[in-house]
């Protein structure tokens, strides 16, 4: 089984750019499509990217999504910060094996 | 509106069963995968298990296997996880999603609330 590891945390101020970075333990991080969801503090979790980089309808275009075969990780890239982006975000891929596999998870702080 | 009411959580001991129930409303329940995730308190997500829309396949986190039962009434509009041998570990607050298939592959575009699942004596 592969993993999906997050930095535990990231902190930036309004109106700054921020990325939280995924990388996968084993496996290529190409061959299957990564998604990233939020949760806000007491909230359900919503999609913020699927597909790598696709925004569902009602997700600002300050959040987009990336791949790097290099490094084997995904990227959330957050824009024009705001407070209420403070949340957990959490990656999430999947194998032939496996079709669901979170990451641990990195908790945002908009300060 | 597209939603999901979870039910059945509640505090049962080391080894006892509980089922818990999920009702959607606001989509055609019947043409989509549901999935159940789990979020013990002050952690991350984990996904539990997924069943497709006629209930013909079915797969489950390692973790759950020979305990935990997903089922579907399509006529009711309800997805079902029946939970046997409970563990502490077993602990979190219980999400049904739905799994939508976007362009390529599978993600979880609504979610319920959640119901909480708590396994103490």
């Known amino acids: 089984n592969f993993m999906l590891t997050q930095p535990h945390s990231v902190s930036e101020s309004p109106g700054k750019t921020v990325t939280v970075s995924c990388t996968r333990s084993s496996g290529s991080i190409a061959s299957n499509y990564v998604q990233w969801y939020q949760q806000r503090p007491g909230r359900s979790p919503t999609t913020v990217i699927y597909?790598?980089?696709?925004?569902p309808s009602g997700v600002p275009d300050r959040f987009s999504g990336s791949i790097d075969s290099s490094s084997n990780s995904a990227s959330l890239t957050i824009s024009g910060l705001k407070t209420e982006d403070e949340a957990d975000y959490y990656c999430?891929?999947?194998?032939?094996?496996?079709?669901?596999?979170f990451g641990g998870g990195t908790k945002l702080t908009v300060l | 509106e597209e939603q999901f009411v979870e039910s059945g959580g509640g505090l049962v001991q080391p080894g006892g069963s509980l089922r818990l129930s999920c009702v959607a409303s606001g989509f055609t329940f019947r043409s989509y995968w549901m999935t159940w995730v789990r979020q013990a308190p002050g952690k991350g997500l984990e996904w539990v298990a997924n069943?497709?829309?006629?209930?013909?396949?079915?797969y489950y986190v390692d973790s759950v296997k020979g305990r935990f039962t997903i089922s579907r009434d399509n006529a009711k509009r309800s997805l079902y996880l029946q939970m046997n041998s409970l563990r502490a570990e077993d602990t979190a607050v219980y999400y049904c999603?739905?799994?939508?298939?976007?362009?390529?592959?599978?993600?979880?575009?609504?979610w319920g609330k959640g119901t909480t699942v708590t396994v103490s004596s």
């Open positions: 069943i497709k829309q006629d209930g013909n396949e079915i």
């Open positions: 597909e790598n980089n696709q925004r």
């Open positions: 999603a739905r799994w939508r298939l976007g362009d390529y592959y599978y993600h979880m575009d609504v």
């Open positions: 999430q891929s999947y194998d032939n094996s496996n079709p669901v596999v």
